[in-house]
């Protein structure tokens, strides 16, 4: 089986590509009979064969389910606050290759911005696609409109990066549920704001005693729970 | 005491200040009597009072000294591969607020250059000096121009990054002596790269089962040090 992933809208027995697909298997020099990998973005992944390759088109032929190894146990969030310029997405980039299935966009008091443009969340959805192609997920995340503080739901547990709280996330993090993390504007959090998750059930753990830019605490704190790590734990049923 | 920090070339009872620092004081309002903090980026710092304030010079005398509650117990020491663009740039301000006090630039097998020039290395220098202002440190993290993987030697324990490794930095991580991390280029270290400093004592770990990009990884595996968080260790005497 080579390395080549192709997205598809859905894995079925037989599957028609494109020309853009196309082209890319003939840049790749793959010929009928080789086999590749195909997945849907939403977690299933299989192998697949090509059975017919020609310059616009290409047919390919479903084989074995191919168990979404990169993914975490239960979905991963991550809630973050409007950033100004292309911070969100280098944190979106960072954070589909630590591993989250979805992206909360949120606005909070001090954030940068009140809401995103059409435009802007579509660049946003890209970069998360591109960059689960290049970590080889199964999953592309989501990157969902911004909401209220108050607006935003979570299941599981939720972890809210907070300077100065005497919290960990290491000894609390159990992934028997979906896992949630959240983190603030340039600025942080309204204490009000923070008081208000952890009424909800939400916990406040530190990233250590410095002043993190608002772009790099999301990165750290995913990059905490991959280091962590528990992927290898068993799924759900 | 304001939240004004000023660095100086060293702590000393009479300490004077040339015109740039001079006018900063003067832009932040602040006048003969007003106590700030002098840091001299190597991890000392103190209270101070200013004592005579004018157009181009000022001369503040020194307080309590302050203990770096920003640092870590012993240093830590990142190690990366030369990576291309501004990617080291990134790393570099990351890498400084998540506790770093040393950046050791690395020649390995497939990394992106060879060398590095005076001015850029002198360009990540100043990103290093803007970010340890950014994040309230004590400490500017040095940035040491590139060596070979075989040239690098480390004291304590040094940490691996490296893909498919089993290993987990969490219950290895001891503060009881320096701690160094190494990730690799765009394209990862060579298995004989990697073997070679496993045969010096390092301990490979993995930061998941997905692919990152170099200059992700570096952020992930040092926002796990910091999110497991032994800062509040005692010093060593």
Known sequence: ???????????????????????????LRLKVGDVLRVFDGQGAEAAAQIAQLEAGRAVLTLGEAVSGAAET???LTL????????KLSDVVRAATELGVARVQL????????????AQKLLRLARVAEEASKQSR???????????????????GQLF????????????????AAPVNVLTGPEGGLTSAEVGGLLERGAHAVTLGPRVLRAETAPVAL???????????????A
């Open 137 to 155: 997920r199964a999953v592309v995340p989501q990157v969902l409109a911004p909401i209220s503080l108050t607006e935003f739901a979570w299941e």
């Open 160 to 175: 809210v990066a907070q300077p100065g709280s005497q919290g960990r996330i290491m000894p609390l993090l159990d992934w």
């Open 222 to 236: 995913l990059g905490a729970i991959a280091a962590f790590g528990q992927e290898d734990q068993p799924r759900p």
């Open 79 to 86: 809630a973050v606050a409007l950033l100004k310029g292309d």
């Open 106 to 117: 949120l606005v909070t008091a001090r954030a940068d911005a009140r809401e995103i443009g």
């Open 73 to 75: 146990p239960f979905p």
């Open 1 to 27: 089986m080579t390395d080549t992933r192709i997205r598809v809208s859905a894995l079925t027995p037989r599957m028609d590509l494109g020309p853009r697909e196309a082209r890319h298997l003939h840049v």
